[in-house]
């Protein structure tokens, strides 16, 4: 298993920076997208299309850095940066971040951190959408809902997040090794 390294905390911060830009700038949509799905009793629906948006940076630094820690890390600090451009959640941000980048850090840690393929992404996805989504049982409520509307919640989840933290993942990385900014090997 590898050490960290400066050249590895410095690609995990800027991950998080650019993929916090990103969470930031995602919270209109999300606003826009719950007001326009509210009339029709949806607007948790809102979330679980956008979440694998927000998930993104813990799969991202965990595939790319391949070191323990790395998608929490990459995930939290991510978090942090949308917290101090003005997010909408405000500190409750970083709660989030962490619980999502553990999410994502089961699934790596449950290869040993030794597989990097596929099969690492989706577990790394499904891991990620059960903690996440236990997170919302209790955080937001969904405990309520009926069973239907849950499982709905959690396939959308669940598509978001393999979509977004899965494959986008995975194409983002192939482009990083052409633009040789990764090494090939091991990847």
Known sequence: ????????????TILAIFM??????????????????????????????????????GPLAGFIIRIPGAATLGEFLGAVVEMFLG??????TLI???????????????TGYKRFGWGTLVLSTLTTTIVTFAWDLL???????????????????????FFFGG??????????????VLPTTNR
Do not use: C
């Open 1 to 12: 298993m590898k050490n960290w390294h400066l050249r590895d905390i410095i690609l995990v």
């Open 139 to 161: 955080r937001s409520g969904y405990a309520t809902y009926h069973l239907n509307f849950l499982l709905l919640l959690f396939v959308v989840r669940l598509l978001s997040v």
């Open 20 to 57: 916090g830009v990103i969470f930031w700038a995602l919270n209109p949509v999300y606003t826009l997208l719950a007001a326009a799905l509210a009339p029709l009793g949806l607007q948790p629906l809102a979330n679980e299309i956008l979440l694998g948006v927000w998930v993104m940076a």
């Open 167 to 180: 494959v986008l993942t995975k194409l983002i990385a192939n482009l990083l090794i052409r633009a040789h």
């Open 96 to 110: 989030s971040g962490a619980i999502q980048g553990l999410g994502a850090e089961i699934g790596f840690a449950a």
């Open 87 to 92: 997010g909408i959640w405000g500190a409750s």
